[in-house]
């Protein structure tokens, strides 16, 4: 039987990651998927149906055209799974559905630093294996609005281990959402390339990745 099809979107038309060839690399390493990896907005334009999940990996701006935006759609409420990396937040911010879908939208951040990532959800696949705190460097995104009443937040950084944060208390940094019959994982993580080389994070990818195609128990 044929493994399932990942379907992983890296076009970028406002600030690029150097990070995004690791990022695919890691994506490839997790194993158990076939991955299929474009820049190109017409892969978005055709049937979805055939892979288990779009992954959208530290892409920036305004990246789909209208019959991709109506092909993801539609895709996603069908029972389709979505898959957000970083800068994803920072993706389609002309897209109303957009937001919605993702559950919040980047804002702002402060310089590179590190943090301590507080774990709420310890029986996600993304989370389980994770400690309590998770000591991580990265840059701490900022949403607005904060999401949530409308997600199931499965990490929040701790805006005191770190100086710059704009929400307070409680700023959630991973979640997961069902939107229609299709499922989305949201993680903040994943600015520089080293944190794809890390066990735990790719661990973490790949437990959201399992969640959306239902390939896990959570």
Known sequence: MAPPRLLVHTRTTGYRHESIPAAVAAVRALGGYDVEHTEDPAALERPLEPYAAVVFLSTSGEILTPAGRDRLAGYVEAGGGFV???????????????????????????EYQPARVLVEDRTHPATRHLPAVWERTDEWYDFDPAPRRRARILARVDEASYRGGGMGADHPLVWCREQGRGRVFYTALGHAAEAYADPDF??????GVDWVTRHADQ
């Open 202 to 207: 790719r661990a973490h990818l790949r437990g």
């Open 84 to 110: 957000g990396v970083h800068a994803a937040a920072c993706t389609e911010e002309d897209w109303p559905y957009y937001g919605e879908l993702l559950g919040a939208r980047f804002t702002r951040h402060p």
